[in-house]
């Protein structure tokens, strides 16, 4: 019987050897034969880690991600793991380059230097796709691991990065009231087992032929799932229905200019937010507008310390006491000693100032920290920018502003999991987004903070009001949907009723059980694909090695 080479890891070389080792011109061989044997799939990778890219904003082609998830499954399905490794990475570099191209404002070596970290989670993939697919009920293990891969990717390194999750694809789709059942992790996992179901079909079909009546039910069974699992969402209810309500006014300033020096002279964008609070007053005076209960500034509405700025102090004072009601204000504040600022939203009251504030938990690396500082600033001299380190809070944003309970999260803060599901337990009631994205206005990021926010307000049952200096500002009610949202670079104000909420959903009292289960699950399959040596002895109906994909059974 012919026993299938792998021409992939296998190249047959007559150059002599070498008295110490294969000669220089026999590696040059291999290396050549591996390309030719291996440039189809992986430009098939690349091109499918670019449809993921499509699924996010800006461009918002969610079903893209079901098609990427199953281009990825199909292409390590029955391969060796060093084979999985190379097409994860394949697929996660063009995906990565992709999503996060707003990073060039800052540096073409931040951008790739990120996306090449990034991808490394997905070569992983990669990897454990092939390893596990050799196992009975393998869909089932690969979306597994697509929950493994984003977990371990939404904490490692220094905090974790968690842009271009799969859920963070599906915030408007039929995926999306899952998140009020398992937060973002079961909207990733619905979307993954969809995909690899799908893969699994491509596969079925490919050996309907021989198959019989057994691949017939396997494929009705494979059918029947992925249609549970994109559908199910539909059936989950999301409440809306407030205990309470607020009046509120967002008020986007602008900047001067976009990108790196967003700030202009000092006082420019503080004086901007400030002017833009005094003319609605004075619209409020004159009867154009009703009174709010509350005004909400960005992040970095001001850009000097009110605390040890007389004039920044007296500007805000004096825009707030226009407007007569509590106002919550972005602040730049010293840190506890000289070599550290805190990033701060600041409870504002026109008659006694200011008073409860919150500072980010999270700061971003490399953008309000600098980590390994006394090394790298000697090797990275643009990270000089970066004159002193945020000091992370200790606390959640729970404060009390006018008749409102807020939870208030700052700008990358609402990627993370724990720290919007923090501040909905502690007591928020309404979700406040303080962001400034100046910096990379009208480059996709602004649209894809604004899709993570649409996924929070399902995910905890809450109004998310999103206020941010250059845009995008929005009002976004507890089902999801955008009540109104202003452009960007624009000077603009926001006005809504928003209902307040008391009640949790199921996501809140899960809290991360359901990630860290999912993602151990997917490690548990990994392991048992090695101990049944399934790499080795593949199981009859599966491929070996570079076995066309007509001699599969799944």
């Not at 809306?240 to 607020?246: A, F, H």
């Not at 000693?337 to 980010?360: F, M, S």
């Not at 990379?440 to 602004?446: C, L, N, V």
């Not at 109104?484 to 104000?493: G, I, K, V």
Request: charged letters at 15%.
């Amino acid at each position: 019987m012919a026993v299938p080479v792998d021409v992939e890891s296998t190249a047959v070389d007559p150059t002599p050897q070498g008295p110490t080792g294969p000669a220089r011109p026999v590696r040059w061989t291999r290396l050549r034969a591996r390309v030719r044997a291996g440039w189809r799939r992986s430009a098939l990778a690349a091109g499918a880690g670019l449809l993921l890219a499509a699924a996010f904003p800006p461009y918002d082609l969610w079903p893209l991600s079901i098609l990427a998830v199953a281009a990825l499954s199909l292409l390590t399905f029955g391969r060796t793991v060093r084979q999985g490794l190379w097409t994860g990475f394949a697929f996660g570099l063009p995906f990565f380059l992709w999503l996060l191209v707003w990073i060039r404002v800052i540096g073409s070596d931040a951008w790739i230097g990120l996306s090449l970290a990034e991808a490394l989670f997905v070569t992983a993939l990669g990897g454990a796709l092939a390893l596990t697919s050799r196992l009975r009920g393998w869909p089932l293990w690969a979306a597994c691991l697509w929950v493994t891969q984003e977990w371990a990717r939404d904490r490692l390194p220094l905090g974790g990065f968690p842009w271009g999750r799969l859920a963070f694809a599906n915030t408007a789709s039929p995926y999306t009231p899952l998140a009020a059942l398992g937060g973002a992790p079961l909207v990733t996992f619905a979307v993954a087992l969809t995909g690899t179901l799908v893969a699994s079909l491509v596969l079925l079909a490919v050996r309907a032929r021989a198959g019989g009546p057994r691949t017939a039910v396997r494929a009705t069974a494979a059918v029947l799932c992925a249609a549970v699992a994109a559908t199910g969402g539909m059936l989950v209810p999301v409440p809306t229905k407030g205990d309470d309500s607020v009046k509120v006014a967002l008020v986007q300033g602008n900047v001067p200019r976009p990108g790196m020096d967003f700030l202009g002279r000092p006082m420019q964008v503080l004086d901007n937010h400030a002017a833009a609070t005094e003319q609605l007053a004075a619209q409020i005076k004159a009867g154009q507008v009703p009174r709010p209960d509350v005004v909400i500034w960005p992040e970095n509405s001001s850009d000097l310390d009110p605390y040890s700025d007389p004039l920044a102090y007296q500007r805000i004072d004096q825009a707030v006491r226009s407007i007569g009601v509590p106002t919550l204000v972005g602040a730049l504040v010293d840190g506890p000693d000289a070599q550290h600022v805190q990033n701060e939203g600041i409870v504002w009251d026109p008659a006694t100032g200011p008073g409860a504030h919150y500072t980010k938990q999270h700061p971003v690396p490399f953008g309000e920290y600098v980590p390994f500082r006394s090394v790298l600033m000697k090797v990275i001299t643009r990270l000089q920018r970066v004159a002193r380190d945020f000091y992370p809070g200790k606390g959640t944003g729970v404060m009390q502003l006018g008749p409102a309970r807020i939870g208030d999260v700052i700008c990358f803060e609402v990627a993370y999991d724990e720290i919007v599901r923090d501040t909905v337990n502690d007591g928020g009631r309404v979700l406040v987004v303080q962001t400034n994205n100046a910096t990379y206005a009208r480059s996709g990021q602004p649209d894809q903070q604004l899709a993570m926010s649409r996924l929070r307000a399902v995910e905890h049952g809450r109004a998310v009001l999103i206020a941010a200096t250059s845009g995008i500002s929005a009002v976004i009610r507890p089902d999801g949907s955008i009540e109104s949202r202003t452009q960007e670079l624009t000077a603009a104000e926001l006005s809504a009723t928003v209902p307040l909420r008391d009640g949790k959903t199921l996501a809140d009292r899960l809290g991360a059980a359901p990630e860290w289960t999912v993602a151990v699950i997917g490690l548990l399959a990994c392991g048992a694909a090695v101990l049944l040596g399934r790499r080795r002895s593949p199981a009859p109906g599966t491929p070996a090695a570079g076995e066309p994909l007509s001699k599969v059974a799944p």
